[in-house]
């Protein structure tokens, strides 16, 4: 993400300062191809699953920079000058930071939603501070569910660990110096301590059956990467490259693979993989640092990288990175009419316009000093975050009428429904069928990520007001004013099925079901076993039918309810408002999905978006009436299934019946 420019100093001959650090193009290729991975992964391609693995491809490109940077001033002065090497990371990093800040306030004041200021407010504090990895991880915001209105700063996380690598190693680095006494061999024996023992505390944190978030934003986690790239400084400059013709076809070689290998984990890996915490991205970074040696030395590989264009998008690759997020949030599909492939090009446009105007005109004359204000001192830096923080708070002030914006959300909805009814599905495509109730519904036509239809083409037979719990729900001893036709599901699931041929079925349903209910003159009362027994019969009567053709039923617990304030004297709001009741149907689910495991599998909807009852962080802006999921709202449970579903897909291998993932 960021280029570190250097020039050729003369050593002092103590023994370790022969590495040659004139710039090389084959490294802004390097940073190319981390940039562009991460790009495309943001712009949801479907074959760049793991595009999120270019960071790690900066973690080390940086520890390798770095700590050869550090040696070559150790080796020519016999310290390292912390204060200079701030002051130039201070330069090259915070310009084009700060002018991102300025972009997301004024997102914020005329885009963004009321539910998403407060997060806006905290994430950019953060991020000017360099602490966003870890504001993620203290308030529990999974990278792998992400059930709350994306963050236009969330991708600052990987920043905020570089800086924190930018602080601490160059006081690191010379401590271990005078420790090994100035022996690197040594040196580079603590240095490969710390990274085994980063890679092991990233296998303990995400332990199977809980979420690796932790693991993946921390900063001793994702370490690493950081160190195997300041390991390879090291031995670079011990013995910068080799000289032999074998040798250098032996590095050439190990690049060429370690380039393999990375591509074939961005298109196949996926961030649901327990395996990637336990080793695969130590793996991954080992391949990058084979890529980096290989850059370095003479050879296809160095040749290879430094084809136009890979070097100039490599040396704006920061600003790619910095503005990319925002500027996708702002260009949805629903603000500018255009989607798939059109609003991709659209975004990459924009983002590399904006890029190349930012290092022309702000990072670059500020990283030479031709900006009278930053040439000296850093009082500007101070300065800056404090006005920075300002405009945050006043940006993040909701001002807008909450009507209005719920009508424009409703708006887009209609749209979506719109394009989408008469759209018939992509070659190759899953067939998924969506039943339930409102709930359901709001999922069905709204909020689906960039490029989903690519791999998915989703209907739906859902009813408003209606569950497929027959009879008359009760709530304090009275019925509601019930849809007709409520009770002719099975009808309708039938023609469904004929109609649309699914290959998976999703059920969503509990909305109606956590009701106590009237059925043949008999009352029967939610937590009681001849609840369950009849619920059991209406779902096997489901089953029969939506399984008819092959299909695979999927069930989603039911998410938990938060009806606001204002609805608590609403027929129904009660029942709704107690999470016993939610709790209660959802284990009936789960012990219905185990006894039918050879059809019936189950994804965990309300462990991803609540916590004790009630909805997560946000959860009340991605379901404006503590019921339904808004626009955003849909978003996030597409992006959460389309990773789940995967295994029930088309040509999908599938897991055994008694492996299928719970969510």
């Not at 539910?115 to 000017?128: P, W």
């Not at 030395?297 to 920061?318: D, E, K, M, N, W």
């Not at 149907?585 to 009630?614: K, P, Q, T």
Request: with cysteine; aromatic share 10%; net charge neutral.
């Amino acid at each position: 993400m960021q280029t570190t420019e250097s020039s050729p100093e003369p050593s002092s001959g103590t023994g370790f300062g022969r590495a040659n650090l004139t710039y090389q193009a084959a490294l802004d290729g390097v940073r190319a191809f981390a940039v562009l991975a991460v790009l495309l992964y943001h712009g949801d391609v479907a074959r760049v699953r793991a595009g999120f693995l270019g960071v790690d491809i900066f973690f080390v490109l940086s520890g390798f920079l770095i700590t050869m940077l550090l040696l070559r001033e150790y080796d020519a002065t016999g310290c390292v000058d912390q204060r200079r090497f701030w002051t130039r990371r201070a330069r090259r990093l915070l310009p084009a930071l700060f002018a991102v800040v300025v972009f997301v306030c004024a997102y914020a004041t005329f885009a963004a939603a009321r539910s998403e200021l407060n997060t806006i407010r905290l994430d950019g504090i953060a991020s000017l501070l360099y602490v966003q990895n870890w504001r993620l991880i203290v308030s529990e915001q999974s990278y792998f569910a992400q059930f709350h209105l994306p963050s236009p700063f969330r991708h600052m996380w990987s920043l905020a660990i570089e800086e924190q690598w930018y602080l601490i190693w160059p006081i690191v680095l010379p401590a271990l110096l005078r420790v090994a006494r100035g022996r690197l061999l040594r040196v580079a024996l603590m240095t490969a301590g710390l990274g085994i023992a980063s890679a092991l505390l990233m296998l303990v944190l995400a332990h199977p059956g809980s979420d690796p978030s932790r693991a993946y934003y921390g900063t001793d986690t994702r370490a690493q990467g950081l160190l195997l790239g300041a390991l390879l400084g090291i031995a670079w400059t011990w013995r910068p490259g080799p000289t032999s013709r074998a040798g250098r076809a032996v590095v050439q070689a190990l690049g060429l693979a370690g380039a393999a290998y990375l591509a074939w984990m961005v298109v196949t890996a996926d961030d649901f993989d327990p395996g990637l915490f336990a080793g695969q991205f130590t793996f991954v970074a080992i391949a990058a640092a084979a890529l980096v040696a290989a850059a370095m030395t003479p050879g296809v590989v160095r040749v290879g990288l430094a084809l136009a264009p890979l070097p100039a998008i490599g040396r704006i690759s920061y600003g790619l990175y910095l503005w990319h997020w925002p500027i996708y949030l702002w260009l949805t599909g629903s603000r500018t009419g255009i989607s798939g492939n059109t609003l991709l090009a659209l975004r990459l446009l924009v983002t590399f316009a904006v890029a190349i105007v930012s290092y022309c005109f702000l990072e670059r004359p500020v990283r030479q000093g031709r900006w009278r204000l930053t040439s000296g001192t850093l009082w500007w830096v101070p300065a800056g975050i404090a006005v920075l923080v300002g405009l945050l708070l006043l940006a993040t002030i909701p001002w807008r009428d909450a009507g209005r914006e719920q009508q424009q959300l409703s708006d887009a909805e209609a749209r979506g429904l719109a394009a989408m009814i008469d759209r018939p599905p992509k070659p190759g495509a899953t067939r998924v069928l969506l039943v339930g109730d409102s709930v359901a519904f709001t999922l069905n036509y709204t909020g689906r990520p960039d490029r989903f239809e690519d791999e998915w083409w989703v209907r739906g037979s859902t009813e408003f007001g209606c569950g497929i719990a027959r009879g008359v729900t009760q709530s304090d001893g009275t019925p509601p004013a019930q849809p007709e036709g409520c009770e002719q599901w099975p009808a309708r699931f039938r023609e469904a099925v004929a109609q649309y041929r699914p290959d998976v079925v999703v059920m969503l349903i509990g909305a109606w079901e956590i009701y106590d209910r009237e059925v043949d003159g008999t009352l029967l009362r939610v937590g009681q076993p001849e609840t369950e027994e009849y619920l059991r019969a209406e779902l096997d009567e489901a089953r029969a039918i939506l399984t008819a053709r092959g299909a695979h039923l999927v069930m989603l617990t039911a998410p938990c309810f938060a009806p606001p304030g204002t609805a608590l004297r609403e027929w129904g709001a009660r029942e709704r408002a107690e999470p016993w009741r939610v709790d209660w149907l959802n284990e009936v689910i789960r012990r219905y999905v185990a006894d039918h495991a050879a059809s019936v599998s189950l994804l965990d909807l309300h462990a991803r978006i609540c916590r004790d009852g009630l909805p997560l962080e946000d959860g009340p802006g991605l379901r404006s009436d503590g019921v339904h999921f808004s626009e955003d709202g849909a978003r996030s449970v597409w992006v959460w299934l389309t990773k789940t579903l995967r295994p029930f897909a088309v040509g999908a291998p599938g897991p055994s019946p008694g492996s299928r993932p719970s969510g």
